[in-house]
């Protein structure tokens, strides 16, 4: 069995959706120098729908293709879709990553929900924090 499923591979290879919005919504970034994947997530949003979305990741394939993958599960989809996308789905939609590797799909997640947040906050809309909550104690924050 390969380490990596084709759809990494693919993901890896042929990433999706990678860039800057400039006037984005809403920006996420997470990462940790010391362990090298750093991960920033730009939404665009209309009418509580993510119309566009980029990244900008500099990791690992896994990080990469953790990325691309989240991106593509979220575009075109309501804003609380993406608040409930979880790292779990990410890995699932890959086929799959390495146990060692699955906080590449953790980063995904966290990158999408600091960039909601970012939006919230940007736009005084009300929020729940107990969602938000797990992204003050997470050992990937800057």
């Given at each position: 069995m390969a380490l990596y499923s084709d759809k990494v591979m693919d993901h890896f290879r042929n990433p999706r959706n990678v860039g800057v919005i400039s006037d984005a919504d809403g920006v996420g970034e997470v990462g940790n120098a010391k362990c090298g994947?750093?991960?920033?997530?730009?939404?665009?949003?209309?009418?509580?729908?993510?119309?566009?979305?980029?990244?900008?990741?500099?990791?690992?394939?896994?990080?990469?293709?953790?990325?691309?993958?989240?991106t593509e599960l979220i575009k075109g989809k309501p804003v609380a879709d993406a608040l409930a996308l979880?790292?779990?789905?990410?890995?699932?939609?890959?086929?799959?990553?390495?146990?060692?590797?699955?906080?590449?799909?953790?980063?995904?997640?966290?990158?999408?929900?600091?960039?909601?947040?970012?939006?919230?906050?940007?736009?005084?809309?009300p929020y729940d924090a107990t969602v938000f909550a797990d992204l003050d104690d997470c050992c990937h924050d800057d």
């Open positions: 994947d750093i991960m920033k997530i730009y939404l665009k949003i209309e009418d509580g729908v993510i119309v566009d979305v980029k990244f900008e990741t500099f990791g690992c394939g896994s990080a990469i293709a953790s990325s691309s993958m989240a979880t790292n779990k789905a990410v890995a699932e939609a890959l086929d799959g990553l390495p146990a060692y590797k699955m906080h590449c799909s953790v980063l995904a997640e966290e990158a999408i929900k600091k960039a909601l947040l970012d939006y919230y906050t940007k736009n005084d809309i």
